[in-house]
């Protein structure tokens, strides 16, 4: 299997994830709703427990988004430059955001450290977990920015590879 093809399967496993957190989320958050409405009371773990699978549905969809290139971003200026200017100005893009990258892996795991032995004040949950996702943002947005600066590297520019993968 190419490396393409694993970033396209863990992608595919990552949708899957953010599919079970985004229903569990709902339960959770709809559940609380009847219950505050309906029996005048309501669940303090549902509330702590919906906010963390946010933060981790809302990283782990930034990666599918990164290695789908859907994030937002404008091609004018790129559009109307020579190829070998529009690859340099990718690498110098890719480049900086390996760096952002480390920056937020880096920080995840400095405050996973920091919070090792902190517990939720709800769940119990150690808080590690939370910054966790941090950590797995930036290993895997790492592993994809260094794969798309090695494919520029060897000349490969992002919409050719598109138009290669569209004949498939």
Known sequence: MTMQGLIEQYCKFL????????????????????????FNSG?????????WLFVWMTFLGAIIALAERAHLGTDVLLARIPKKARLVCLILAQILMI????LVLDGSLTQAELNWFVTA????TPVWVFYASGVVFGISSLWILLY???Q?????????????QSHL
């Open 15 to 38: 949708r899957l994830v953010c599919v079970l957190l985004l229903a569990a989320m709902v339960v959770m958050v709809m559940g609380n709703v009847v219950l505050r409405y309906g």
């Open 43 to 51: 669940l303090l773990v549902s509330e702590e427990l919906s906010r």
């Open 99 to 102: 760096y952002a990258s480390w």
């Open 121 to 124: 004040p709800v769940t119990g």
């Open 148 to 150: 798309g600066l090695y």
């Open 152 to 164: 520029l590297l060897r000349g490969r520019l992002p919409e050719e590879e598109d138009a290669n």
